[in-house]
C-alpha cells in the first residue's frame, strides 16, 4: 500500500510539473516560411516576451504551414489548441466579414492613413468584434499593398484583366473584387508557387516582399503597382486561453506583440524601394503607372453588394470610407 501511495504521488508531481511547463510554452502559429512579414512579427514577439518575462514564457513558432493554412490555423486558436497567430486579414473573412472593411479596394491612400485608421477606434471596434468568433485581437501588423502578377501579359488598364486566371485568397470579399475587374479568381491557401509555375493560375496579388521570399520572379513575368488592396495581419489570440491570464501576463504579452507590429511595420515599409529594384533586376516587367482611376472606377459598386449587408459591417465601413477620404 505504502509503496502504491509513493508511486501514486509520483505520478501526481510528474503531471503537475508537466502541466506547469506546458503553460508556459506559447505556441504562435503563421503560414509563411522564415523572412516573411508574418515571421518578421513573430520572431520579433518571440525575442521580446522571452527577454521581458526573463524566460519564465517561452514562444514556440510554429512556420512555413507546418499547422495548416491560415484558415486551419485560426480554427486551432478558436479552440485553444493554439494560443497565438500572426494572420493576414484576408482568411478571416469567413469567421468575422467585419475584416471586410480592412481589405476593401483602394480604401487607404498610404501607410499613415492605414496605421491612423487600424491603430484608432475603429481598428479597435474591429479587434473586439473577433471576441464573438473565439479571438482576442491584440494589434495589427502588416502583410502591405498588394500588386497583381501574372504569367501572360503586361497590365495597365482593367480591360487587360479580361480571362486572367488568378488566384485569390480564401476571402468572398477577394474574389467579389477579381470578378468585378473580369478576371477568373479561384480561391486557394497559401502557398502557390507550384500553381503558379504549372500554369494553373496566371497570376497571384500579394506585396513586394512575397515575390522575393518566395521567388515569384522566376515564374511570374508582369507585375502591375495595383496597390489594390492593405493587407494588414491580425495579431490574435484565442479568447479561451487569453481568459484564464493574469492581468500581468496580459500586459507582457499585449505589449510586447504591439511592439513587434509596429517594428515590423516599419522593417517592411523600409525595403520596398530595394525589393522593387531587385525584382527588375531579376528580368520581372513592371508596370508602375496603371491606371488606378479606372480600377477604382470598376470595383466602387463593391460597398452596395451583400459583402456589406450587415449593419455593422456596412456602418463601420462607411465611417472608414468618411475618414480616409
Ligand atoms: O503572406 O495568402 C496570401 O496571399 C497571403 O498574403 C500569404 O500568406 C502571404
Redesign the pocket.
Known amino acids: 500500500m505504502k509503496r502504491f501511495l509513493v508511486c501514486l504521488s509520483l505520478v501526481m508531481f510528474c503531471a503537475a510539473t508537466t502541466a506547469a511547463e506546458a503553460a508556459k510554452t506559447i505556441k504562435l502559429g503563421v503560414?509563411?516560411k522564415p523572412g516573411?512579414?508574418?515571421n518578421i512579427v513573430a520572431d520579433k514577439f518571440k525575442e521580446l516576451l522571452e527577454q521581458r518575462s526573463n524566460g519564465e514564457l517561452e514562444v514556440k513558432i510554429f512556420h512555413s504551414g507546418s499547422l495548416g493554412n491560415?484558415t486551419e490555423i485560426l480554427q486551432q486558436i478558436q479552440i485553444g489548441a493554439v494560443e497565438l497567430g500572426v494572420i493576414?486579414s484576408?482568411?478571416f473573412d469567413s469567421f468575422d466579414p467585419i475584416v471586410r472593411v480592412i481589405d476593401y479596394p483602394f480604401l487607404f491612400k498610404d501607410h499613415q492613413q492605414a496605421d491612423q485608421i487600424l491603430d484608432g477606434p475603429l481598428g479597435a471596434e474591429i479587434l473586439t468584434s473577433l471576441e464573438g468568433s473565439g479571438f482576442k485581437g491584440l494589434c495589427f501588423s502588416e502583410?502591405g499593398f498588394?500588386n497583381l502578377t501574372n504569367s501572360r501579359k503586361a497590365v495597365v488598364r482593367p480591360e487587360d484583366i479580361e480571362g486572367l486566371k488568378i488566384?485569390v485568397?480564401s476571402s468572398a470579399l477577394h474574389k467579389s473584387i477579381w470578378q468585378t475587374l473580369g478576371a477568373n479568381p479561384t480561391p486557394m491557401?497559401?502557398?502557390?508557387y507550384t500553381e503558379l509555375e504549372q500554369k494553373v493560375i496566371d497570376g497571384?496579388?500579394?506585396?513586394l516582399w512575397?515575390l522575393e521570399v518566395?521567388k515569384f520572379f522566376e515564374i511570374q513575368k508582369y507585375m502591375t503597382l495595383t496597390r489594390h488592396v492593405y493587407?494588414a495581419h491580425i495579431d490574435v489570440a484565442s479568447l479561451n486561453w487569453w481568459k484564464e491570464l493574469d492581468g500581468e501576463t496580459r500586459d507582457l504579452i499585449q505589449a510586447a506583440m504591439c511592439e513587434a507590429a509596429k517594428y515590423q511595420r516599419s522593417d517592411n515599409r523600409s525595403k520596398n524601394q530595394a525589393r522593387l529594384a531587385l525584382l527588375k533586376e531579376k528580368g520581372m516587367q513592371v508596370e508602375e503607372n496603371p491606371d488606378i482611376d479606372a480600377f477604382r472606377k470598376q470595383v466602387a459598386d463593391l460597398k452596395d453588394i451583400d459583402l456589406f449587408s450587415t449593419p455593422e459591417v456596412n456602418t463601420l465601413l462607411r465611417k472608414v470610407i468618411e475618414q480616409t477620404r
Do not use: F, H, K, L
Open positions: 503560414v509563411t516573411s512579414a508574418q491560415e493576414t484576408g482568411p502583410n498588394r488566384r485568397m491557401p497559401w502557398p502557390i497571384q496579388e500579394n506585396p512575397v518566395y493587407s
